[in-house]
Structure formats: C-alpha cells, structure tokens
C-alpha cells in the first residue's frame, strides 16, 4: 500500500507497451502524482513486433526494443513492482493485491493486462516441443531452436504465423503452416490478397496447409510427430502455436466490471467503475469513426489508447477516434491495412498485388473505409486520415491518377 507521507496516485496493472505508455504520456501530460506499474513479466516496457523479425534474425544478441530506458523511467519517477501479477481488485477501499503479498492503493486504476497466447490441447504430449510467441523471452527460446535444417510447424496463418515463418525460412528452417480457415490471414485480407501473400510464401520455400487442425500429437526419439485431421501425419523438431489470444480480463470481471471479450470501456478508455480505465489489447472500447464497439490487437491500437487515457487522467477529454491499422513486415515486403476492407474485392486499385507500390480503396458508395497497401506507406497514412475524416473520393480523380475502378478491370478481363 502508499506508504506513510505517500498519496495514492494512478496504478498501472500490466507493464506491457499499453501501460508503459499510459505511464510515459502521464508524465508528459503533467501528471505530477505518484505512479506505481505492476506487470507479470521481468522486464521493463517494450514493444512487441520485433519479437517475430528482428529478435529471431539478428545476427549478434537481439536487443530488447524498451519503450524507455531503465534511467529515464527512474527520471520521471514511474515505479515498477515487476515479476507480480495482480491477484484482487478492492474497488471500495481502491486497493490491488499482487501475488507477493503487497499491495497497491489508488486514486485511478489503469488496467493494460493483455493477452494470453490461445493453447491446443492435442500438443500437450509434445509440450516439450511447442512454444508460443508473446513475450521476449518466448523469442529468444525459439531463436535457440530455429537453425539450418530444424523442421518448424506453425499453427496458425495469421500473422505472427506468417512473420515467424519468413524469418525461420530465411534462416534455413524447414517451415510448414498448418491453418484451420481455408485461406492465410483471412480475418485481415480479402481472398485475392490471402493468395497472393500465400504463393509469396510458397516461392520462398514455405508449406502452407490450408482447411487442417492437428487432432493429436505423440513423441518420437528425436521429434514430435502431428496427427492431422485429414488423416496425413507431420514429424517436427519444434512447433509454434499462433492462433490468437485470449484477453486477460478474469481480474477486472471479478472485481465486478463488465466484460465481454475484454474489459468493457468507453470512447475514453473508462469502464464501468469511473475510476478504473483500460487500455491495449484487453479493452473492448467504443470507435466513434465506425459506431461500434470492438478490441484491436495492435501496436498502433496500445499507443492510441494509452494517450487517451493518460490525457483524461490529465484533465483533457479526447476521446478515442482512430482509424484501426495494422503492417506486417515479410521478407523484403510492407504490407499495411487501415479501416474495414472487407471481404470482398477492392473497389479501385493502383497496380496489382506483388507490385511494389500495390494500393487497393475498400469503398461504400464514395466514402473510403478500408485501405491495403504493399510498399506505400505514405498512402495508407492519408489513406487513414481520410477515412477518420470520412472522406469522399471523386472517380474522376483517381482515375486520373492512376487508379483503375473493378469493373473496368473485370471487363479487361473478360476481352
């Protein structure tokens, strides 16, 4: 608890990217009170997306990519309670219990817990064998394991599935993905683009297996052997499991906030108790530029929601308006997708897909609502800025510059 002479000020449970950045903009907002973080993990802040790149390719020991350094964080007086989890939520008396027997007051409550990667229990023969990627140290150990020749199997097609696989691939690995749904990445991209980024994959040397789940696993002398359920078996040095996560919501549902796939909140990041907010991954909040309530997992989505909440615990109502975003980085390949797309296919394109500057418009009626570049960043950021503007495009001009609507190209086509 706040000790003699101490105030309660803002706890932060979860020193993932999301907290750690509430912390940071809180300071940098003026919040001049006590701030205590309290996370599961050893480590101090960082970000995750190097953790399927660059950690498993570097070519000296991979660097961890902190939010801060150790110094600074001391410089603006953030507090850090690490290798704890919180246990128990006292809402009346403002007070979080963590796993050493300690415990911490508040005056606000910022919940940035995160995820837990989701498990398969047809892998528990071979556990000794499966990993799972989600934190720093879940990438140096299979770094450890993915050298020239190793058999890799991923489960999962999305995309840590598919940025391991390039990395693995590329140093050498035998690399086969296993993928429930019939296409890669089918919750993100359109089905032309799922192919495109499959044949990508498939050239560069990569299995992929659509439509099959593993049903069950055993241990050989020297490997693991997968039973799939279209009867055909897979041996495997090692296996990692990419299916997503599961939001780590148990401790705010016992405390008697709502929850429904993650923490409920709203446009400012504040849940049902207007003193306890959340942000990252685990909240499910309001999105005033579509009018729905959903949860992104994204760094884009962590940074967004950490600023809203810090700036309202500074005075400074702003609420949450982003456009969603996400980039997957893939042999030499950027890919990003901003807003909805959709399933079906683009309404104009620039190029076609393996150009290197391909841009596809989502569109209803004249209004932008999803954006799929390859090798353009720039154009996804307008792109972005026009749909949170709800922005209306002219077919005359992107005619004009470059652009080609579907129909014509289907006519082309059909000639």
């Not at 394991?145 to 990395?167: D, K, M, P, T």
């Not at 290197?356 to 799929?372: E, K, N, P, Q, S």
Request: glycine share 12%; proline share 5%.
């Amino acid at each position: 608890m706040a000790g003699p002479g101490r105030t309660a000020g803002v706890v932060i449970v979860g020193a993932g990217h999301a907290g750690g950045r509430v912390a940071e903009r809180l300071r940098h907002g003026g919040f001049v009170g006590p701030i205590d973080v309290a996370g599961v993990e050893t480590e101090l802040p960082y970000e995750r997306p190097p953790l399927s790149k660059d950690v498993l390719t570097s070519a000296g020991a991979p660097a961890n990519a902190y939010l801060l350094s150790p110094g600074r964080w001391n410089e603006i007086g953030v507090r850090f309670h690490l290798g704890v989890e919180a246990v128990g939520i006292d809402r009346r008396e403002k007070i979080v219990a963590l796993s050493n027997g300690a415990s911490l007051s508040y005056r606000k409550l910022v919940l940035a817990t995160g995820l837990s990667p989701r498990r398969i229990r047809s892998l528990e023969p071979i556990a000794a064998r499966t990993f799972y990627l989600r934190s720093f140290s879940d990438a140096l150990a299979l770094r450890d394991r993915i050298v020239a020749g190793a058999r890799l199997v991923l489960v999962g097609a999305g995309l840590i599935g598919l940025e391991v696989a390039a990395s693995a691939v590329k140093l050498g690995a035998a690399v086969t993905v296993l993928e429930a749904a019939e296409r890669p990445l089918s919750r993100l991209l359109p089905p032309y683009l799922s192919q495109w980024l499959a044949d990508l994959h498939e050239r560069a040397g990569v299995r992929i297996l659509c439509g099959r789940q593993v049903v069950s696993s055993e241990t050989l002398d020297a490997a693991g052997r997968l039973h799939l359920d279209d009867g055909s078996l897979l041996e495997a040095d090692l296996v990692l499991v990419g299916i997503g996560g599961t939001p780590n919501d148990r401790i705010a549902g016992e405390a008697g906030l709502y929850v429904d796939n993650g923490i409920i909140v709203n446009e400012f990041g504040q849940t049902s108790d207007p003193d306890i907010f959340a942000a990252g991954d685990v909240a499910a909040h309001e999105n005033r530029v579509f009018g729905q309530r959903w949860r992104l997992e994204s760094w884009k989505n962590a940074e967004d929601q950490a600023a809203v909440v810090a700036s309202y615990l500074c005075g400074k109502r702003s609420p949450y308006s982003e456009v969603p975003w996400f980039w997957t980085d893939q042999y030499d390949l950027n890919v990003q997708v901003a807003g909805v797309p959709g399933a079906g296919p683009p309404t104009y394109e620039r190029g076609k897909p393996g150009d290197r500057a391909y841009l596809a418009y989502f569109m209803v009626g004249d209004r932008l609502t999803g954006a799929i570049g390859v090798g353009c960043g720039r154009d996804i950021r307008i792109a972005r800025e026009t749909i949170k503007a709800c922005g209306k495009l002219e077919d005359a001009e992107l005619v004009r510059i470059g652009f080609t609507r579907l129909g014509d190209m289907l006519e082309r086509q059909a000639s």
